[in-house]
């Protein structure tokens, strides 16, 4: 287990920096508008991907013949598949879309990054089955690589085309990168076309739930990006998407650790039986989740230093949105931990219901805060979001006997002792920024 968190926060820890530098080299070369049409590809990729996937690696890690040559021949199949109908369907109707986005001029540049799913469905299923084994050095050796492939094709690309073009081919050669690694850095990861109507089908009942519970989730994750897409103009966009990029650095470790580490725990505690699951549930995750719960309070304090310190004055104003957006992720890990318990117990339904809860959220303080605020009072809404959905997730874990109400207040408080000590730097910060530009 130590070894795995440690694996994972290298993973993260070397993802970010990569991120940090990326960002650093290409606000100074690109300019806003250029992050505002990356910021818009990528949220379209995102959607379609999200509301195809029936949960390829979940299915993979929790079935009882997960590591099943022909079982995973069939998947590799299905998944295959699905990444081409989704790179012919976006290229056909990339024009279409950008006109009603408002945007015209991107067509071709979304016609050209749908060639991202065909990229990742030519990809093995060994990651999965790394997962699966608990063996996690090869997979973060795989992450790694990529994001060094995509941050150095980025940098130099930028330093030529100064455009848009740069993130978009830089983003296809890392897809392609880490599709190409993901056979070569695994054994007996070579897999063949196989069709079987029955394994189809039994994929199918498990990942509907899933496939609408995603519809729900990309839909609710990313309707402030198509909607400030269509209200900011390019520029101001892409101010907003540096912001998203950022908080996204904490929305890496959001979702590698709870499905890497957590899950494949909770189901090797649940076989071994019920009890030892509710003995799991908290003992996995206690410190790291306190640890990263300080982390993302400083961070979300001291995010106008962060964007003042890494990037030029032009980018000053994504500090605002940073702020309201990184409390998204920090409240999520908590949640993606129960829901990796619950769908280990059964409970795969809770995936759906805790974006219903989501939808209903946005639906009333994301329209309210738009009306009452404007454009800041939707990017609030949209930060707030996993706050309804940690107390639904309490309800559920209640359900299912492995709530701990005082194991839930240590992490919060994690979070607000974060705050303080974030606020404290943020006043330091600014003192020695003024004392430096003074002298």
Not at 90 to 117: D, H, R, W, Y
Not at 377 to 387: D, P, S
């Amino acid at each position: 287990m130590s070894s795995g968190v440690s694996l994972v926060a290298v993973t993260i820890i070397a993802s970010n920096l990569l991120r940090i530098a990326s960002t650093i080299i290409l606000t100074r070369v690109l300019s806003p508008l250029d992050f505002g049409v990356t910021g818009l590809t990528g949220a379209i990729l995102n959607i379609l991907l999200m509301i195809s996937d029936v949960g390829f690696g979940v299915y993979i890690i929790r079935h009882a013949r997960g590591d099943d040559g022909r079982l995973l021949d069939v998947i590799w199949t299905v998944r295959l598949v699905r990444g081409a109908g989704l790179t012919l369907l976006l290229a056909a109707f990339a024009g279409p879309l950008a006109g009603a986005l408002g945007k015209p001029e991107l067509g071709m540049a979304i016609a050209v990054t749908a060639l991202q799913f065909v990229l990742d469905g030519c990809s093995s299923l060994a990651p999965f089955t790394a997962v699966r084994d608990e063996k996690l050095a090869m997979l973060s050796l795989l992450d790694i690589a990529g994001a060094v492939t995509q941050t150095v094709a980025g940098v130099a690309l930028a330093l030529w085309l100064h455009s848009y073009w740069a993130i978009i081919w830089a983003g296809l050669i890392g897809t392609g990168i880490k599709s190409l690694l993901s056979y070569t850095l695994f054994p007996h990861a070579a897999r063949r076309f196989a069709c079987d109507a029955h394994e189809a089908r039994e994929l199918w009942r498990f990942g509907r739930t899933i496939a609408g519970a995603h519809t729900i989730q990309v839909l609710l994750s990313n309707v402030d990006k198509i909607a400030l897409s269509r209200i900011f103009p390019l520029g101001l966009f892409g101010l907003y998407s540096l912001a998203v990029n950022l908080s996204g650095a904490a929305s890496g470790f959001t979702t590698l650790y709870p499905s890497r580490i957590l899950l494949p725990a909770f189901a090797r505690a649940q076989r071994e039986g019920p009890g030892q699951l509710a003995l799991a549930y908290y003992d996995k995750k206690r410190a790291m989740m306190v640890f990263y719960m300080i982390a993302m309070g400083g961070f979300i304090a001291m995010a106008p230093s962060l964007v003042d310190l890494l990037y030029d004055p032009r980018y000053q104003a994504a500090a605002t949105y940073l702020r309201a957006l990184a409390l998204a992720p920090a409240i999520a890990m908590n949640n993606y931990a129960a829901r990796e318990v619950l769908i280990v117990v059964g409970r795969i339904h809770t995936l759906l219901y805790a974006n219903l809860v989501r939808l209903v959220w946005l639906l009333l303080a994301g329209v309210g805060g738009f009306v009452g605020f404007g454009p800041l009072g939707l990017v609030v809404a949209v930060g707030c979001i996993e706050l309804p959905v940690q107390v639904y997730c309490w309800y559920e874990l209640r359900r299912a006997g492995l709530l701990r109400i005082g194991e839930e207040a240590l992490i919060l408080a994690g979070l607000l002792l974060g705050i303080v000590l974030g606020m404290t730097g943020n006043l330091l910060y600014g003192a020695l920024s003024l004392a430096w530009r003074a002298g």
